[in-house]
C-alpha cells in the first residue's frame, strides 16, 4: 500500500521511558510477512487509565480492559495487542480468546491476570485464532527491549499505511519527565475514538485516579475531535501508563497537562493524516457559535459531509456545500449572520458572497495539502476545532477489498 501523501517524512525518534519495555513479532493473524503482535510489559507500580469506544457492540478486549481499570499498582503489568482480527461481535469465542491471552502472558511472564490488558484491532465478527498469538508469547517475553517502541508501533498497524509516533519532555520542578506514545489508525475513525488504538507512556508519578479524569478531559480536545469517515469502532481504546520512574509527582502539573496534550494532538492528527485514501489534511475551525458543544456540533457536520469531503478532494471551493453542512448541523445558525473563509480568503459574510471573493482565490487554497475552513456563525462566543481529511477513489477500494 503507497504511503499517505500526508505521512511525516520519518517515524520520530521516542525517548526510552524506564519501567517500560517492548517485544514485537509476526503470529500470522491475518497478515503474512509482518509483524501482527506487539507485548508491553510496565513496572511494578505502574498506573494505567484508559478510554474506549462507546460503541454497543464494543469488543471482548475492550470490556476486559474496562473491568480491570483501577486495580491496585503494585504489581508489573503488560498489555498486548494483535493486528488482524478484532476479536469483535464473536460472542463468548471472543471472551474466552480474551481469557486464552491473558493466561498464557500471567504463566510466562508472571503478571498477575488483573493486570494484563489486550486488544486486538481488524476485521469484525471472525473468530481470533488467538492460538496463533500464545504461541509468539514466551519468545515476546524473552525479548522484551526497553527500545523496542517503533517495532510495537508497526504491529499494531492495519490498515495504516505509516507507524504513527510523538514524544515530549517536559521540566518539571528540575527533573525531566517524558512521554512517548504510538498509535494506529487509518479509517472507520469519528469521534467516539474512532477506530484507534492508542498506547502512551510516561514516567511521571501521578495516581490513577487523576491520570484518568486528566486523560479523559484530554481525549475530548485530541482524539475526540477528528473525523475520516464518521464511523466509530467496536474496539477503539486509548490507555495511559505512568510507571512513576522519574519520581516526579505530576499531579496538577500545568506543564504536564500541556505535553501529554500535544503527543495526543499530534497522534490525532497523524490519525486523520493516514485517513484511508486522504490527500488533503483539513482543519474546520468554527466561531461565533451559541455555545463551544454547538460549535462543535457544527464543525462535525461540515467535516463528516461526503458532499464538502468529496469538493476538497476535487479541489473545488464550493462554498454552498459549507451552508449546506451547517444548516443541517442542528445547531443554532442564523444565514444572515454567517461567515465563511477558506484560508485567509473571506468567501462569504453576513450571509452572502463577499464582494471581493474570486472563485480563482478560493481554488488556489483548495491545492495546498492542508487546508484551513473557518465558520463564523455570528450568534456568540462558542468556539471550536475539528480536523478531517479529503474524501477520495482510494477510501472506496481500501474498503471494498478489506477482508479480501
Given at each position: 500500500?503507497?504511503?499517505?501523501?500526508?505521512?511525516?517524512?520519518?517515524?520520530?525518534?521516542?525517548?526510552?521511558?524506564?519501567?517500560?519495555?517492548?517485544?514485537?513479532?509476526?503470529?500470522?493473524?491475518?497478515?503474512?510477512?509482518?509483524?501482527?503482535?506487539?507485548?508491553?510489559?510496565?513496572?511494578?507500580g505502574t498506573t494505567i487509565a484508559g478510554v474506549f469506544t462507546?460503541?454497543?457492540?464494543?469488543?471482548?478486549?475492550?470490556?476486559?480492559?474496562?473491568?480491570?481499570?483501577?486495580?491496585?499498582?503494585?504489581?508489573?503489568?503488560?498489555?498486548?495487542?494483535?493486528?488482524?482480527?478484532?476479536?469483535?461481535?464473536?460472542?463468548?469465542?471472543?471472551?474466552?480468546?480474551?481469557?486464552?491471552?491473558?493466561?498464557?502472558?500471567?504463566?510466562?511472564?508472571?503478571?498477575?491476570?488483573?493486570?494484563?490488558?489486550?486488544?486486538?484491532?481488524?476485521?469484525?465478527?471472525?473468530?481470533?485464532?488467538?492460538?496463533?498469538?500464545?504461541?509468539?508469547?514466551?519468545?515476546?517475553?524473552?525479548?522484551?527491549?526497553?527500545?523496542?517502541?517503533?517495532?510495537?508501533?508497526?504491529?499494531?498497524?492495519?490498515?495504516?499505511?505509516?507507524?504513527?509516533?510523538?514524544?515530549?519532555?517536559?521540566?518539571?520542578?528540575?527533573?525531566?519527565?517524558?512521554?512517548?506514545?504510538?498509535a494506529k489508525g487509518s479509517g472507520m475513525i469519528a469521534p467516539?475514538?474512532?477506530?484507534m488504538l492508542v498506547y502512551i507512556f510516561t514516567d511521571a508519578?501521578?495516581?490513577?485516579?487523576?491520570?484518568?479524569?486528566?486523560?479523559?478531559?484530554?481525549?475530548?480536545?485530541?482524539?475526540?475531535?477528528?473525523?475520516?469517515?464518521?464511523?466509530?469502532?467496536?474496539?477503539?481504546?486509548?490507555?495511559?501508563?505512568?510507571?512513576?520512574?522519574?519520581?516526579?509527582?505530576?499531579?496538577?502539573?500545568?506543564?504536564?497537562?500541556?505535553?501529554?496534550?500535544?503527543?495526543?494532538?499530534?497522534?490525532?492528527?497523524?490519525?486523520?493524516?493516514?485517513?484511508?485514501?486522504?490527500?488533503?489534511?483539513?482543519?474546520?475551525?468554527?466561531?461565533?457559535?451559541?455555545?463551544?458543544?454547538?460549535?462543535?456540533?457544527?464543525?462535525?457536520?461540515?467535516?463528516?459531509?461526503?458532499?464538502?469531503?468529496?469538493?476538497?478532494?476535487?479541489?473545488?471551493?464550493?462554498?454552498?456545500?459549507?451552508?449546506?453542512?451547517?444548516?443541517?448541523?442542528?445547531?443554532?445558525?442564523?444565514?444572515?449572520?454567517?461567515?465563511?473563509?477558506?484560508?485567509?480568503?473571506?468567501?462569504?459574510?453576513?450571509?452572502?458572497?463577499?464582494?471581493?471573493?474570486?472563485?480563482?482565490?478560493?481554488?488556489?487554497?483548495?491545492?495546498?495539502?492542508?487546508?484551513?475552513?473557518?465558520?463564523?456563525?455570528?450568534?456568540?462566543?462558542?468556539?471550536?476545532?475539528?480536523?478531517?481529511?479529503?474524501?477520495?477513489?482510494?477510501?472506496?477500494?481500501?474498503?471494498?477489498?478489506?477482508?479480501?
Amino acid at each position: 500500500m503507497a504511503i499517505s501523501p500526508l505521512a511525516p517524512d520519518t517515524f520520530p525518534q521516542l525517548p526510552e521511558i524506564e519501567g517500560v519495555r517492548f517485544a514485537s513479532g509476526a503470529a500470522g493473524v491475518k497478515y503474512q510477512d509482518r509483524k501482527d503482535v506487539m507485548l508491553a510489559e510496565l513496572a511494578a507500580g505502574t498506573t494505567i487509565a484508559g478510554v474506549f469506544t462507546r460503541s454497543s457492540t464494543r469488543s471482548a478486549p475492550v470490556l476486559d480492559c474496562q473491568a480491570k481499570l483501577g486495580g491496585s499498582p503494585v504489581d508489573r503489568a503488560a498489555i498486548l495487542v494483535n493486528s488482524g482480527n478484532s476479536n469483535a461481535f464473536t460472542g463468548s469465542a471472543g471472551e474466552k480468546s480474551v481469557e486464552a491471552i491473558c493466561n498464557t502472558v500471567a504463566e510466562s511472564a508472571g503478571i498477575p491476570k488483573a493486570r494484563i490488558f489486550t486488544a486486538s484491532t481488524g476485521v469484525i465478527g471472525e473468530r481470533l485464532p488467538h492460538n496463533k498469538i500464545t504461541e509468539k508469547v514466551a519468545g515476546l517475553s524473552a525479548s522484551l527491549n526497553p527500545a523496542g517502541i517503533e517495532d510495537a508501533a508497526n504491529a499494531i498497524m492495519t490498515t495504516d499505511t505509516f507507524a504513527k509516533g510523538s514524544s515530549a519532555e517536559v521540566l518539571i520542578d528540575g527533573e525531566t519527565v517524558k512521554i512517548a506514545g504510538i498509535a494506529k489508525g487509518s479509517g472507520m475513525i469519528a469521534p467516539d475514538m474512532a477506530t484507534m488504538l492508542v498506547y502512551i507512556f510516561t514516567d511521571a508519578t501521578i495516581e490513577q485516579t487523576a491520570l484518568q479524569a486528566l486523560l479523559g478531559a484530554l481525549t475530548d480536545q485530541t482524539f475526540n475531535c477528528i473525523t475520516v469517515d464518521s464511523d466509530t469502532s467496536t474496539s477503539d481504546s486509548l490507555m495511559v501508563a505512568a510507571t512513576g520512574a522519574s519520581g516526579v509527582d505530576v499531579t496538577d502539573s500545568a506543564g504536564f497537562t500541556q505535553a501529554l496534550h500535544g503527543v495526543m494532538l499530534d497522534l490525532a492528527h497523524q490519525v486523520v493524516r493516514d485517513g484511508e485514501g486522504a490527500t488533503k489534511f483539513v482543519e474546520v475551525k468554527v466561531t461565533g457559535a451559541a455555545s463551544d458543544a454547538e460549535a462543535r456540533q457544527v464543525g462535525l457536520s461540515i467535516a463528516n459531509s461526503p458532499l464538502v469531503k468529496t469538493a476538497i478532494a476535487g479541489e473545488d471551493p464550493n462554498w454552498g456545500r459549507i451552508v449546506m453542512a451547517v444548516g443541517k448541523s442542528g445547531a443554532q445558525a442564523d444565514r444572515d449572520l454567517l461567515s465563511i473563509k477558506f484560508g485567509d480568503v473571506l468567501v462569504a459574510e453576513k450571509g452572502w458572497v463577499s464582494p471581493d471573493y474570486s472563485e480563482e482565490a478560493g481554488a488556489e487554497h483548495m491545492k495546498q495539502q492542508d487546508i484551513l475552513i473557518s465558520v463564523d456563525l455570528g450568534i456568540g462566543g462558542g468556539i471550536g476545532t475539528v480536523w478531517t481529511c479529503d474524501l477520495t477513489h482510494g477510501y472506496i477500494t481500501i474498503n471494498a477489498d478489506y477482508r479480501s
